[in-house]
């Protein structure tokens, strides 16, 4: 069973920046795509970013609320997938979950807190 562990939500200032991190039990070369969703209180399960697998060319899809932001970057020695949050916002915060993608599953994270205070 794949694992997704989820690390360096937290609280942070506007303006501020986080760095999370998603850590595979599995090879990420297997995956043919990985990623990150938001979850705000109240609200729905959004989309944040992918990156497709690098054999599919890695390229990469951000939602417009976090273009120029945040980064998505991946660490394959260390089968793991991180997200730059630059520039944070209040409208930021929320249960972020790591996602990866294969053969038409997908595998979620236990998701990590990210507060952002105006």
């Known amino acids: 069973q794949v694992q997704l562990v989820e690390s360096g939500g937290g609280l942070v200032q506007a303006g501020g920046s986080l760095r999370l991190s998603c850590a595979a039990s599995?090879?990420?070369?297997?995956?043919?795509?990985m990623g990150w969703y938001r979850q705000a209180p109240g609200k729905q399960r959004r989309l944040v970013v992918t990156?497709?697998?690098?054999?599919?060319?890695?390229?990469?899809d951000y939602a417009d609320s976090v273009k120029g932001r945040f980064t998505i970057s991946r660490d394959n020695a260390k089968n793991t997938v991180y997200l730059q949050m630059n520039s944070l916002k209040p409208e930021d915060t929320a249960v972020y979950y790591c996602?990866?993608?294969?053969?038409?599953?997908?595998?979620w994270g236990q998701g990590t807190q990210v507060t952002v205070s105006s």
């Open positions: 996602y990866a993608v294969r053969y038409g599953y997908t595998y």
């Open positions: 599995e090879s990420i070369f297997s995956f043919n795509a």
């Open positions: 990156i497709n697998s690098i054999s599919s060319g890695g390229s990469t």
